[in-house]
């Protein structure tokens, strides 16, 4: 997978800055999928898609990822790293079926636009019941979510069956004891970055144009250490 270039990046970050952040990993997806048609993206498993976010991650900042987390107890900021080669090796790629069956009914993974459906639901537990009754293929009523037991024999299953739909990770606090699994939204880590990456161009770019009259083409044009180095001049003079 390649990575964008700055151009590219700018345009993507244009293209998704006002967008929902279900809509931004999808630009993201296509753009790291060009062998997808947009049209089929949001059907497809989200698992297909995190993975070629993840892909994408690494091909435009590397493999490592350094983020941070509140602990959900005392508010306590942990930092920590992750790699995303072992995340996708850990992670695994499902365990083959493409449907799961349980007490009779037949569930499909889900995807983006099951996400989309339930986005705007308030009550985390009326968006658990919709959102799982979404990836049932067979049809019928839905008084099968009120079982809640049912219900988490679904959700393991389809973790099972996609286990890049939702990509948990176990953590510890140091400063109070307390220990819980929180999901990874590679989607908006990697929107986090692409958005600064996106405003530190935009800087050079406005302080060159400024400097020497270039357009931003031919300051994009540039590389890197180039720019750098008209910009340590810009400084000095």
């Known amino acids: 997978m390649r990575a964008p270039s ?45 993975t070629a976010l993840l892909g994408l991650r690494e091909a435009s900042f590397g493999p490592r990822i350094e983020t941070y987390l509140d602990c959900e107890r005392c508010g306590e900021r942990l930092e920590f790293a992750l790699d995303s080669r072992q995340l996708l090796a850990c992670t695994g790629q499902g365990d083959g079926r493409s449907e799961l069956e349980v007490a009779g009914f037949r569930f499909r993974p889900p995807s983006s636009r099951d996400l989309a459906a339930v986005a705007g639901e308030h009550d985390v537990e009326t968006a658990s019941r919709k959102f799982l009754d979404r990836c049932r293929v067979d049809g019928g009523n839905t008084a099968w979510t009120e079982d809640a037991d049912l219900r988490a024999t679904v959700e393991a299953g389809l973790e099972a069956l996609d286990p890049m739909a939702d990509i948990a990770l176990e953590l510890a606090c140091d400063a109070c004891g307390h220990r819980w699994v929180a999901g990874l939204d590679i989607g908006a880590l990697l929107w986090e970055e692409i958005e600064a990456r996106a405003r530190a161009l935009l800087t050079e770019v406005h302080r060159l144009a400024r400097a020497y009259g270039w357009t931003e083409p031919e300051i994009l044009a540039l590389s890197p250490e180039r720019r750098a180095i008209y910009l340590e001049m810009v400084d000095a003079s």
């Open 6 to 50: 700055e151009a590219e990046l700018l345009a993507l970050w244009e293209r998704g800055r006002t967008r929902h952040p279900i809509d931004r990993a999808l630009l993201l997806g296509g753009f790291a999928r060009p062998d997808l048609p947009s049209s089929r993206l949001p059907d497809l498993p989200l698992g297909v898609i995190n």
